[in-house]
C-alpha cells in the first residue's frame, strides 16, 4: 500500500502559495515556472519532445483533434468500449466516429477490422489503450501509415503502460525520406529512390537489414533541409523532422533525428568519383580538390562571377591584404605544430612562413600564397638562406585545412561539414502539386525503418488514473512542432504571444498549483504502477469460476499498468445483485478504490450516436464481440491504496455471494 499523496505534495501547493503566483498565462504564453517544468518533466517521462498541458482529459482530446484540422466532413475511428469523451471529442470537433470491433483477449480496438472501415472520408484513428492494457499500437501505425492517417492514442488510463519496451505516448517518432536522402546498403551508398527490394540497409541499431517492402506516398508537414559542403542547391539534403540520419560529433558516430542536426556537425553522404583522376568525391562534387581546388562553382556563383568581372573591367580590383593569408593559413600551421611537440615560430609574410624547432632541428615551411610580391619573397629567402645552411624546407600548398575539413572520405562515405540547416513545412499548393517521400520496411525490426506517421497522445490525470494534478488535469504529447504549437494556442484563446490569431478556441490551462501538485506525482507514478501490478497479479491468481480473467496472459512485449481488474461473468443476469451484495458489505462505495462496476452499455448506444450506431444501421461495421463483452464484463478497482489483506476480504465476500448461490 502506498499513501495517495504525502508531505511532498502539501509542500509544492504550500510553494505556489507563498509565492503567490497562481496563474501567469496572463503575462506568458507558456505558463509560469511550474506549468513549463512540469511540462518538460513529462516530456521527459514519456520520450516526446513537447508536452502541453491542459485542465481535463476530455479537453486534451478535443484540442489535439482541433490542432490536426479535423472537422465536418472528417470520420475518425475509435472503440466502442471506452468512456463516452473519446467520442463526443470527435462530434464536437464536427467530424464524424466511426466504430470498429474490439479484440475480446485486451478489450482494446482490433487493428484487423481497421483497415476495413477505412474510407476516402477518413483522417484519423484514435485507439484507445483500456484499463492499462496497450493498443497494439505497432499495427496501428503501419495501417496509418498505409494510408497516410493521423493517430491520436487515448492513453487517459494508460500512463506508464508500454509495448516492446517503449512507453505509450512515444511511437511514431521515426520519419520520412525525401528521394535524395542517402541510405547506407551493403553494396554501398545510394539514393533511397534507387534501393530495392532485397537489398540489405543500414538500420538504426547500426546493424543491416533486408528491405522488404519500399512505400511512396504524398507529403505534407514539416521538414529539415542540410546544406554540406557549401550553401548551394547540389548541397542540399531534406528529409522530414524525425528521419533518423548518421552524424559524426565529438570524435563519435551517432544516429539523430535530422532536425537535431546543427551547423559544425559532420554528416554521411552518397559518394561519387572525379572526373579527371576517378578519386571518391562526395556526390554534389564534380572534380575532386586536387584536381579542381576551389570546386566547380554552381551557376549562380558563375553569374556572380560574371558581374564581378564586369565590374572589375570599369575599377580595377583591390589587392587582398596579405594579413589574411597569416591568418587564414600560417597560423593553423603553427598551433598544428605546437600539438605535434614542436617550438613553432609564426613569421608571416616573409620568406619562411614558419620555423619549427624540435630537439635542435631547424625546418623552415613555406606556404604558396599569390598575395606576398615575389620580390619581397625573394629577397627574404636570401638573407634567411645567409643565416642558417642546414635547414630543412618545405613547401606547403595554400589553405590546406579548409579542403580537408570540407570532406573526408570514410568506408565509402563521405563524411562532410554541415555549413546551414533550414526548419520548412511541405504545404498543399494546389490539387495538382504533390510531394512525395518514401518508406523502408526492413527484415528484423519490429517497426518500420521510416514512417510517416504523425502520432499524438492525450493523457488524463483525473483522481482515479496513475497519477493526478488535484484531482484533474490533462496534457497532450507530440513530436510535432506545428501541432504543439497549435495546442498552445487553442488552450489560451488564440492568444500566441500576445497577438490574437482568429481562431475559435478556449480557455484549458492548467494552474500553476496543479502542476506543482503533478511534478511530484510524476516521480511516484513507476511506483505506483509496480504496486498496481502486483495488486492485479494477486487478485487474477485467486479468482474463481464463475468470475475469470480477461487478460488471461499478456502477450509478449506488453507492459500493462492494470488501472483496473476486468474480469468476465458468465451469467451476466446476476451482475446488479452482485453489485448490491458487494455495496451492502461495503466492498463498493463509489470511490477511488472502493468501487466496482462495469460500462452499462457501449458508447454508440447512447441516443448522441444513433446516426453511428452499428445496431441501428447494418451498413456500418459490426462490433458483435463488444456488444457481447459489455454484457459479460466486471471491473474492480484494486488500487494502489490498497493491501493484500484488502484484496483477500474481497476475494472472501466473492466466495461467499457465489456460495449461496450455488
Known sequence: MINRYDEREYEAVMRVLRKGELSRFFNNFLGGEEIQAFEKEFATYIGSKHAISVTNGTVSLEIALQAMDIGPGDQVITTPLSFIATATAILRTGAEPVFVDIDGT?????????????????????????????????????????????????AAQALGSGLNGTKIGTFGTAGCFDPRVIIMTKGGSKKIKDV???????????????????????????????????????????????????????????????????????????????????????????????????????????????????????????????????????????????????????????????????????????????????????????????????VQWITLPSHPHRWKRSYEIINNLARVLVVAVRHFRYKRRSRNWRKYVYNLAVEGSPTYFAKRILVHNSFSFQETKQMTTLGEGGMIVTDVPEIADRCRNIRNHGNAYGNFTGAVCTNARLTEAAAAFGRVQLTKVDGFNKIQRENAAYFFENIKEPLTNVYTFEKGGYYSTYLLMAVYLSDPKVRDKLLAFLAAKEISKGLPSRNVGYYKNLIYDNNLFANYSPRLNSQLPQCPIAEVSVDHLLLFDVHRWRTKADIDICLKILGEFFGTKA
Request: proline share 6%; with cysteine; charged share 30%.
Open 106 to 154: 485486451t478489450l482494446n480496438i482490433d487493428p484487423e477490422k481497421i483497415q476495413k472501415a477505412i474510407t476516402p472520408k477518413t483522417r484519423a484513428i484514435i485507439p484507445v489503450s483500456l484499463l492499462g492494457y496497450p493498443a497494439e499500437m505497432e499495427k496501428i501505425m503501419q495501417i496509418a501509415d498505409e494510408n497516410d492517417l493521423y493517430v491520436l492514442e487515448d
Open 196 to 390: 530495392c527490394v532485397g537489398e540489405k540497409v543500414l538500420s538504426e541499431d547500426m546493424q543491416y537489414h533486408r528491405v522488404l517492402e519500399i512505400h511512396k506516398r504524398e507529403y505534407y508537414g514539416g521538414c529539415t533541409e542540410i546544406y554540406v559542403g557549401k550553401k548551394t542547391s547540389e548541397c542540399r539534403l531534406r528529409a522530414t523532422d524525425n528521419h533518423p540520419i548518421k552524424i559524426h560529433r565529438d570524435d563519435q558516430d551517432l544516429w539523430v533525428p535530422i532536425s537535431e542536426i546543427h551547423v559544425n556537425d559532420y554528416v554521411y553522404v552518397l559518394t561519387s568519383t572525379c572526373l579527371l583522376c576517378n578519386a571518391t568525391i562526395p556526390f554534389y562534387h564534380k572534380l575532386c580538390m586536387r584536381c579542381n581546388p576551389t570546386f566547380l562553382p554552381s551557376s549562380r556563383e558563375k553569374q556572380r562571377q560574371h558581374q564581378i568581372k564586369r565590374q572589375n573591367a570599369k575599377t580595377p580590383r583591390r589587392k587582398r591584404h596579405p594579413f589574411k593569408h597569416y591568418y587564414n593559413d600560417i597560423l593553423p600551421y603553427a598551433k598544428k605544430l605546437e600539438s605535434d611537440g614542436f617550438r613553432a615560430i609564426p613569421i608571416g609574410v616573409v620568406i619562411p612562413d614558419i620555423i619549427a624547432i624540435k630537439n635542435g632541428k631547424v625546418i623552415a615551411f613555406e606556404i604558396e600564397n599569390k598575395m606576398v610580391p615575389k620580390k619581397t619573397k625573394v629577397t627574404a629567402y636570401d638573407d634567411f638562406k645567409n643565416l642558417y645552411d642546414d
